[in-house]
């Protein structure tokens, strides 16, 4: 596996409810550039939804960097917000962890829509998340 | 582009190119891996003579002490002289690992010739053949994941093929489908058919799709699973699915264990499906005698 | 009203069109515009067409759902119409079947419906 490029391809800052369309939209071109089927693409973008919404509600804003990396080509997107941080991740991928606007399905199922998913998230250290997924 | 400080590495492709293409063809000789019985002599040697310009040209623009970036602008001729010899030499039948030791044969007669020219400083002799022996490193990995790409490639290629004839969605009547299944339904299978499906729904207007799984051989919770997910789906878009050719075993086997059709159509066979569907959209299927009545 | 998605009255049926990139809040001023509408109207019957939505993710499909409940409530049978195949994939990954709502291929199906129960 080749290490992520040092420059993303995109970047989103998540200051306002505008800004997850704004993520929905710039991680769907970056995947139109790769020639995404449209399964895919609903698949991921819906996926970016939640976390930038996540990042939003629960981590006070954050940045979504989109990167595309090659060999085999994908696309990858690194969600950081410096909230208060997860305690219990598990239970926070858990289907039915409810919060204030999600139906409790937003990280897991934003899990199970992609091909890659890694979460750092400490209390106090904010959160990290990173999900891949190929074009085809 | 930036212009790196000349190393002897690359001074040596330049100066004395020949000699070092005499002797990369002469370890590969010793080494068994130049295959004169798929390639002559000359032909080996110019693919190599390209090789070596292309990276001799690459040597001048990369800094060499920097990790190898072998994705980077400069070494993109040698990529692609390597990538076209590769595919040539495989597809005469040169295995992976012959490709490999081609590339890695380079290493000893430079290291040899840095040695009789940098004899008298230790320090950059060690300097430069170690970071000459990262880049024949990098190369030579990359065309091993040259060959799992392309492997991928033709893997993923043959699953798309079976995928396309063991999914057929056939148009039954105005606004009925079917997708008969056979065979095992596994995640990704799964998936394909709904999509298939899905599609279908949109590009004829259906309103009823029968889903016959007589020929599934194992109905277990997880085959049990995809076919509910894919009811759910088709009434998300606005059409109804029936589940058809449910055996009384498999209807024994699904009640063991637990699952649960909740509002899911499901019928015997697909010609009570069929019944049913015509039904939704209004057909009645009568003996031509009885109209004439 | 937003801009994010209109609402017309034909026959008595009122029929939402979401727009693409509808924000969090534009969705919920619809809740209350919609429920407004089906009230001083009388409407009984409701037509939402996602076929512009390109995804739903489980903010909006669960404001769908919501719609569908408090047109119910109002007495207005309500159609969800429209959805394309990959966001019907989606949904059903995340969980979100949409039990309680009514869905149809299109306008003039879930129109048709209607005009069958006498609703439009």
């Known amino acids: 596996m080749s290490a992520p490029p040092a420059e993303p391809a995109a970047r989103v800052e998540l200051r306002q409810e505008r800004d997850i369309a704004a993520a929905r939209i710039a991680v ?12 895919r693409k609903t698949r991921f973008v819906t996926a970016v939804s939640e976390i930038a919404r996540n990042a939003l509600d629960h981590g ?14 994908r696309i990858m997107i690194r969600c950081r917000d410096e909230g208060p941080g997860i305690a219990d991740i598990d239970r926070a991928m858990t289907d039915g962890f409810s919060t204030a606007r999600s139906m409790g399905k937003g990280l897991g199922g934003a899990r199970r829509l992609v091909e890659a998913f890694r979460i750092d998230s400490r209390p106090g250290a904010g959160t990290t998340i990173e999900m891949e997924a190929k074009p085809s | 582009m ?3 400080p000349t190393t002897e590495v690359s001074r040596l492709l330049r100066e004395d ?11 590969q000789k ?36 920097a990790p190898v970036d072998i994705e980077a602008e ?3 001729e040698l990529r692609l002289a390597l990538s076209e010899i590769t595919l040539v030499r495989t597809e005469r039948g040169v295995a992976p690992w012959e490709m490999t030791a081609f590339v890695l044969a380079l290493k000893q007669p430079v290291f040899e010739m840095l040695q009789e020219r940098l004899i008298g400083t230790p ?6 053949a170690a970071n000459f022996g990262r880049i024949v490193d990098a190369f030579a990995m990359h065309i091993n994941e040259y060959f799992i790409a392309e492997r991928d490639e033709i893997i993923e290629r043959q699953r798309a093929e079976m995928m396309e004839l063991s999914t057929p969605v056939v148009q039954l009547w105005e606004r009925v489908l079917t997708i008969p299944l056979i065979g095992t339904l596994d995640s990704m299978r799964a998936q394909e058919v709904m999509e298939n499906l899905l599609n279908a729904i949109v590009e004829h207007s259906a309103e009823v799709v029968i889903v016959d799984i007589t020929g599934v051989r194992v109905v277990d919770t997880q085959v049990a699973q995809h076919l509910l997910r894919t009811a759910a789906a088709v009434r998300l878009m606005g059409a109804e699915a029936i589940i058809s050719g449910i055996s009384p075993k498999i209807a024994q086997t699904m009640v063991e264990l637990g699952v649960d059709v909740g509002e899911v159509t499901t019928r015997p066979t697909i010609r009570a499906a069929l019944d049913e569907a015509f039904r939704r959209v209004g057909f009645r299927i009568g003996r031509v005698e009885d109209n004439r009545v | 009203m937003s801009e994010a998605a209109s609402i017309y009255t034909v026959d008595k ?20 515009d919609l429920s407004e509408k089906i009230v001083n109207e009388s409407a009984r019957g409701v037509v939402i067409d996602i076929a512009a939505l390109e995804i739903v993710d489980t903010f909006v499909g669960r404001i769908l759902a919501q719609l569908s409940s408090i047109s119910r409530l109002l007495a207005a049978e309500t159609y969800i119409v429209g959805m394309r195949p990959a966001v019907a994939m989606t949904l059903v990954e995340l969980g979100m079947d949409l039990p309680g709502s009514k869905t149809a291929l299109s306008l003039s199906h879930a129109l048709r419906s209607l005009k069958a129960k006498g609703l439009a």
């Open chain 2, 74 to 76: 400069a070494w993109s």
């Open chain 2, 30 to 65: 010793r080494e068994g891996v130049r295959r004169p019985d798929l390639f002559s002599d000359r032909e080996s040697r110019r693919q190599l003579a390209d090789l070596l310009r292309a990276f001799s040209e690459a040597l001048v623009q990369i800094d060499l002490d």
């Open chain 1, 28 to 39: 769907s071109k970056a995947m139109d550039a790769m020639g995404a089927r449209a399964l």
């Open chain 2, 123 to 128: 320090d950059e002799l060690l300097r430069d």
């Open chain 3, 13 to 32: 049926v009122l029929l939402v069109a979401i727009r693409d990139n509808i924000t969090d809040t534009d969705i919920i001023n619809l809740q209350e």
């Open chain 2, 2 to 4: 930036t212009v790196a």
């Open chain 2, 17 to 27: 190119f020949d000699n070092v293409l005499d002797a990369w063809f002469a370890t």
């Open chain 1, 60 to 73: 006070g804003g954050g940045v979504i960097e989109i990167y595309r990396l090659e060999r085999p080509l």
